[in-house]
């Protein structure tokens, strides 16, 4: 189970790998902290609007007809907890790298994947009213925001 | 109180638990999953009646579907005209008189009317003058009547096309129908008429691979296209062998060297185009975006609590909110005006074009009176035949350009072209043989 061994570290050796360890954790955690990193565990909209580049997005938002009964993550991610939280991560990533190398479209453009969510999630809460005229089997489906590309937040 | 477990057997017995109320959680949540799906198959469809096999009557279909139905059986109703269409019956050939001597020596030039709704496929087809001037073969029925399909099975596809008209009508009472374009059992958007399924093959497209966007188009092409009589059995064709453009339309015509009747003034081997709506529409920005018929001329409506596909088919200048502004956020008055002014100068080009064609007409009659031979006047004749079998395929189209502004133009364009080059050509041919008799004096 447990092998001792010994290593041979003088008091100040260890004293200054701990102070080096101190300064890093510290400093992350400010970054963490400056960067708002615990709002994204949230729902609030605000969160996204951490980057600025989500600025028109938000204020489309804010004067559309979903303002009032949806936020970004109703829309943008899975209703399940561990879907919800598997696209949290891997969005959060791509838009962390894309935002902090700057290297993503302008004006920005939804990708396949996302859209796939955003759609599923239209027929999710509409179920009813879609009922007719919805199919979701291969080649069956037609895309809500084809036509009503404004209830979000404006194309 | 005395210690019942020991610390070990109360960990398992919690551990139990604990997986007991996760595995009932997830039980009764596959359950309400179930009932919840059995439900929504119990709703939809709502079924009444059980359709019977090969059942045509919209309204027996409409017992399961009422909110389609009322909507489908609105097509009865005339909800007037548009600028240019609508669904009044009015004479064409009143209005635009110069129809009759473009068409000299075709059925057309008899009767051309505005065409009712999808009600009236079969009854209109029965009353035209066209079906009584000319033998017309049991092809019309593919698109004329619901019970084409039937017909097909019972009779075989050749003998359909190619049994006199007359013969068969009695065995057609319904026009458009639910079966037409819907699969009985699910509902599902199917091609039902050969002839555009023979054309689509022949064009390389697998028609088992279109999506549901694309049926929703699809199932419209099956009658509203420009079509032909092949051979001797009239087997009903479609001329896209090429492509779907007019130039592609009459090279296959010119390959086949077809053509649909003489031209009573001039003796041009001329082609009549009918409703080429899938055609023209085919090269516009709408079918570009992925934009079907269906989402403009039955475009989603709400009924109650759900939405359902508008089933009265018909002008969306009469269902502007619907048809248009979903997509195009712009006042209901823009949005007609923009239309008008695609259509309006579509319809300024239309009648510079047919300007042309008479004075085409009005030269190659001349130069027949001053004694010119076929074979003098082929070139004339061909360019007639071409430059009016453009104006036709715009003519004849029902959106006065609207399905595709720039091709509709640019068809034009050529239309007045050729035909003022056939006026050119009839007059040298003139000039040609009184330079003739001038030299032999």
Redesign the interface.
């Known amino acids: 189970m447990s092998a001792s061994f010994k290593v041979n570290v003088s008091f100040g050796m260890l004293s200054l790998l701990v102070a080096v360890l101190g300064i890093l954790v510290g400093l992350g955690a400010y970054t963490f902290v400056y960067a708002r990193g615990f709002s994204y565990f949230s729902d609030d909209p605000k969160a996204c609007l951490n980057c600025h580049v989500m600025r028109d997005a938000f204020d489309g938002w804010r004067h559309s007809s979903h303002r009032s009964v949806a936020t970004c993550n109703d829309c943008h991610t899975p209703h399940t907890f561990p879907g919800k939280w598997l696209v949290k991560g891997i969005n959060g990533w791509n838009h962390s790298v894309a935002f902090t190398t700057g290297d993503f479209p302008d004006p920005i453009r939804i990708r396949e994947f996302n859209a796939r969510i955003a759609q599923q999630n239209c027929v999710e809460c509409h179920e009813v009213l879609v009922s007719q005229i919805h199919r979701s089997g291969p080649h069956q489906e037609l895309s809500c925001v084809f036509c009503h590309g404004n209830v979000g937040h404006g194309r | 109180m005395r210690q019942m477990f020991s610390s070990r057997q109360l960990f398992i017995y919690v551990a139990i638990f604990v997986v007991a109320v996760a595995l009932t959680a997830v039980a009764a949540a596959l359950l309400v999953n179930i009932s919840q799906r059995r439900l ?1 198959a119990e ?2 469809p709502l079924k009444v009646v059980e359709i019977p096999k090969g059942e045509l009557d919209p309204a027996v279909w409409g017992k399961n579907f009422p ?1 389609q139905y009322d909507r489908f059986i609105k097509t009865k109703e005339d909800y007037g005209q548009t600028p240019y269409g609508g669904s009044t019956p009015y004479n064409k050939l009143e209005r635009y008189p110069v129809l009759k001597r473009l068409w000299a020596g075709n059925p057309f030039s008899v009767d051309y009317n505005e065409e009712r709704g999808h009600y009236y496929a079969q009854i209109d087809q029965r009353e035209t003058k066209r079906v009584q001037v000319v033998k017309q073969p049991g092809a019309c029925l593919n698109c004329h009547a619901a019970e084409a399909p039937q017909l097909i099975a019972e009779l075989g596809w050749e003998t359909l096309n190619k049994t006199p008209y007359d013969e068969l009508k009695a065995r057609a009472h319904l026009g458009t129908s639910c079966a037409d374009c819907h699969d009985p059992e699910t509902m599902e958007l199917v091609i039902t008429r050969p002839a555009f399924r023979n054309a689509m093959e022949q064009r390389g497209i697998d028609l088992s ?5 694309e049926m929703r188009t699809y199932v419209c092409a099956q009658c509203h296209v420009e079509y032909y009589f092949l051979g001797e059995n009239k087997i009903l064709t479609f001329p896209w062998s090429h492509g779907l453009t007019i130039n592609d339309i009459e090279q296959h015509y010119d390959d086949y060297g077809f053509k649909d009747w003489t031209h009573q003034e001039t003796g041009a081997p001329m082609i009549k185009i009918q409703h080429p709506e899938f055609e023209l529409w085919s090269t516009g920005i709408h079918a570009r975006s ?1 934009v079907a018929c269906a ?1 403009c001329h039955m475009p ?1 409506m ?1 009924v109650g ?5 508008d089933h009265w088919v018909r002008s969306p200048l009469v269902n502007l909110s619907q048809a248009c502004q ?2 195009h ?1 712009w006042p209901e008055e823009e949005l007609r005006t923009r239309v008008a002014i695609i259509q309006d100068t579509t319809a300024r080009l239309l009648r510079r074009s047919e300007e042309a064609l008479v004075a085409a007409i009005d030269a190659i009659v001349a130069a027949r009176a001053a004694g010119a031979t076929d074979e003098e006047l082929s070139e004339a004749l061909n360019l007639h035949r071409a430059a009016q079998m453009r104006w036709d395929f715009i003519l004849s189209e029902n959106s006065t350009g609207f399905h595709s502004p720039q091709e509709a133009a640019r068809v034009l364009a050529e239309s007045i072209d050729l035909a003022r080059q056939a006026e050119l050509k009839a007059q040298q041919v003139i000039a040609g043989s009184e330079r003739d008799l001038l030299t032999t004096r």
Do not use: L, P
């Open positions: 929504e709703q939809y909110h691979k279109a999506s549901r966007q992925g989402d989603f709400r609590g759900v939405k359902i596909s979903t997509c956020r």
